[in-house]
């Protein structure tokens, strides 16, 4: 029989999943290990081993290419663990990533923190060196200063170098000047705005870049060894890495721009969301995805999720908007909080309980694991309140230790003064909240009304809270997919080729010279084109999508329209001046008469749309009640006695199985929890489908 094997890989903050799909037949075959932090490529070769071993499968079968997402940029940056790079910038503007944007996020703090800088001042050089806002270079720089410059940057010893000079984003002509040198004399990578984020606003560029540069030593390396062993072991496809904006670019692009792959773990995760979306049938669907170190929820509405052209990664405080890196590249517009499995409960000065952000990771991982930990994470009080079966965690494969989870969760009930019980309920109901309350508030940011949108749940410890969150977000049905537990690397094998890319050229709409216009475009439809067909993608098959930042003159925000497809620009001046104003009423509810538009900024999306795959979705019906293999005591809110619930293996449920809450469903990689008032009917496919009160 003709086998097509599609592999997947997804670094998580605690734990790597692995997916193997047969996109011949449809075989999905699926496992995690736990991550090592220290040495990434460890915990990918031990969990790509066994799944192999589990299939049957050997390396030479797959000749597909190797679709991989990760969370290493964003912990890179988040604890501060990149290269040691240098940036060069224009004489007077080595302060820009101290001064920022001079917004305060918190106008009454006065101990206002601000994440370190990703280049530190004494890593900043700055350089003769000047062109005007027009774009006309007013100040080469000179050989001389080049060769003192690369000197400086010799004996700061970097490993890599980013430039960013003023007003580069209209024209590169010094910053290519200044890389072919340092390229040339210093050997080592060397990022430039205008490849990386050739936009207007010099704050934003010159971060963008300083992280994009001091996340390459971070992430290069590892894709060499990554390659090198896969070929070693035989493995006959390349390697496509997942970006922030839900598509996926050769192993050499994601090497260059690795500031693209920031969220790249949570764009698969909606990506499969919005898989699920379609395939189901609705329109609007919440993607709530909560893993071992963070949660997340993403919209998915009218069957995509929505795309951000900003985001802001590493923030002092998890909560304010403005505290972190706006670094300048789409992504999947999403929120992500320190709640999982394994953040971690405490009592504050106050003596109040808090969970998160802090998490126990994979080393030591919670208290329950056996490896260290004492402080209590969620993973050890949802096995303190029964929900989770100790000795069927990852199958029976890493079985939990209940007594350490208890011992755990004890020393936070002392500084309560509540009981163990209570308190593990009482974390349970916290962590929840925090990840309600987070995700009401993108909502709010999006200007949508979460209230009663179905939820699915993903991630390890997704499907063991999903049921919680819904009820306080006022939603009544909750989706557990097949494989819910690994749904974000099974993301990446959905999701398409696409690279986005922007330049800024600010011009009222009306005063657009046409010919200017099309030359930028030729700039960005060529290096789109090339993005793809690095990846594999046949030239014949490549899609362009247009789209513009726009704002009223004078304002100081813009918001992006897309205005259509094809070779060339599709949209009369008329026709953006319409979209511009549809979308600005719908988002501020008004438009503004006789007043000019200025197009800022001008987007090309390149993409190659995936070729449909198809998990096997054949499901026995069912022949009668289902049978649970046996029942446990679980305590399902604070002062609630135990109840006796059932537990049913998620293997055995025939299509059409229907059954009530309380109870819970476990297979090897996650367990789901049915509160209460919730009924459960398994479809078709096995996905299990969740409603509220309709039994």
Not at 648 to 676: H, K, M, N, Q
Request: charged share 20%; with cysteine; proline share 6%.
């Amino acid at each position: 029989m003709t086998t097509d094997w599609r592999l997947a890989v997804d670094i998580g903050g605690t734990f790597t999943d692995v997916v193997l799909l047969d996109a011949a037949s449809g075989r999905v075959v699926v496992d995690k290990t736990l991550t090592t932090p220290s040495a990434p490529l460890e915990g990918v070769r031990t969990g790509v081993t066994q799944l192999l071993a589990k299939a049957g499968v050997n390396p030479s079968d797959i000749t597909a290419p190797i679709v991989h997402a990760t969370t290493l940029i964003t912990n890179a940056l988040i604890e501060g663990k990149t290269g040691r790079a240098g940036l060069v910038t224009t004489l007077g503007f080595g302060d820009t990533l101290l001064i920022r944007d001079e917004h305060r996020y918190d106008m009454y703090d006065l101990q206002i923190e601000f994440p370190a800088p990703p280049i530190a001042r004494d890593l900043t050089f700055e350089l003769d060196e000047r062109t005007g806002a027009e774009g006309r270079v007013l100040t080469d720089p000179t050989t001389a200063d080049l060769n003192a410059l690369t000197k400086s940057l010799q004996a700061a010893d970097v490993e890599a170098v980013a430039v960013c000079l003023l007003n580069s984003y209209v024209n590169p002509t010094n910053e290519q000047k200044v890389a072919e040198h340092l390229r040339a004399e210093l050997g080592v990578p060397v990022s430039i705005s205008s490849d990386i984020s050739p936009q207007i606003r010099e704050y934003p560029r010159m971060v963008t870049t300083a992280c994009n540069a001091a996340t390459m030593p971070v992430i290069g390396p590892y894709l060499d060894e990554l390659q090198k062993w896969l070929s070693a072991e035989g493995f006959g496809g390349s390697v496509l890495m997942m970006l922030s904006n839900g598509g996926v670019v050769s192993a050499e692009d994601a090497a260059r721009g690795p500031i693209r792959l920031v969220e790249s773990g949570p764009a698969a995760g909606a990506l499969a969301g919005s898989w699920f979306a379609r395939r189901l049938g609705v329109d609007r669907l919440l993607c709530f995805d909560m893993g071992g170190t963070t949660a997340k929820a993403c919209l998915i509405e009218h069957g995509e999720p929505e795309l951000t052209n900003t985001f802001e990664v590493a923030r002092a405080y998890r909560f304010k908007k403005g505290s972190g890196f706006p670094v300048s590249v789409p992504s999947v517009d999403l929120v992500e909080i320190g709640a999982g499995g394994g953040s971690l409960a405490r009592v504050d000065q106050f003596g109040l309980l808090k969970v998160g952000p802090e998490s126990a990771g994979a080393d030591p991982g919670p208290a329950s694991y056996g490896r260290g930990g004492t402080v209590p994470a969620v993973t050890d009080t949802d096995v303190v309140l029964g929900l989770l079966d100790p000795a069927a965690f990852l199958g029976g494969d890493m079985p939990l230790d209940a007594s350490l989870a208890s011992a755990a969760t004890a020393t936070v009930a002392d500084g309560l003064g509540l009981e163990m019980i209570d308190t593990a309920a009482g974390v349970h109901d916290v962590v929840n909240q925090n990840m309600a309350a987070a995700a009401s508030m993108h909502g709010v940011e999006m200007g949508v009304d979460l209230r009663g949108i179905p939820v699915i749940a993903f991630g390890g410890a997704g499907p063991v809270h999903a049921c919680g969150v819904a009820e306080l977000l006022e939603a009544d049905t909750v989706v557990f997919p097949v494989n819910a537990s690994v749904l974000s690397a099974f993301g990446t094998l959905v999701s398409p080729v696409r690279i986005d890319l922007a330049r800024s050229l600010p011009r009222l709409i009306t005063d657009i010279d046409p010919a200017e216009r099309n030359a930028l475009l030729d700039e960005l439809r060529e290096e789109g084109r090339r993005v793809l067909l690095a990846a594999g993608v046949p030239a014949d098959a490549v899609v362009f999508r247009y789209g513009v930042d726009a704002r009223y003159a004078g304002q100081g925000n813009e918001i992006t329209i897309w205005v259509g497809e094809g070779e060339s620009w599709p949209a009369s001046a008329d026709e953006v001046h319409a979209a511009f104003e549809t979308e600005y009423r719908r988002i501020y509810g008004m438009a503004i008469p006789d007043v000019a538009v200025e197009a800022v900024t001008w987007r090309l999306s390149a993409f190659a749309t995936t070729s449909v795959v198809e998990p096997d979705t054949t499901l026995a019906p069912s022949t009668g009640d289902p049978e649970p293999k046996g029942h446990r005591p679980m305590i399902f809110g604070r002062g609630t006695p135990a109840v006796e619930a059932p537990v049913y293996d998620r293997a055995s449920l025939g299509a059409g199985a229907t059954f009530a809450g309380p109870a819970v469903v476990e297979e090897r990689e996650t367990t789901s929890v049915i509160r209460p008032g919730w009924a459960v009917e398994v479809a078709e496919d096995g996905t299990l489908i969740a409603t509220k009160g309709s039994r």
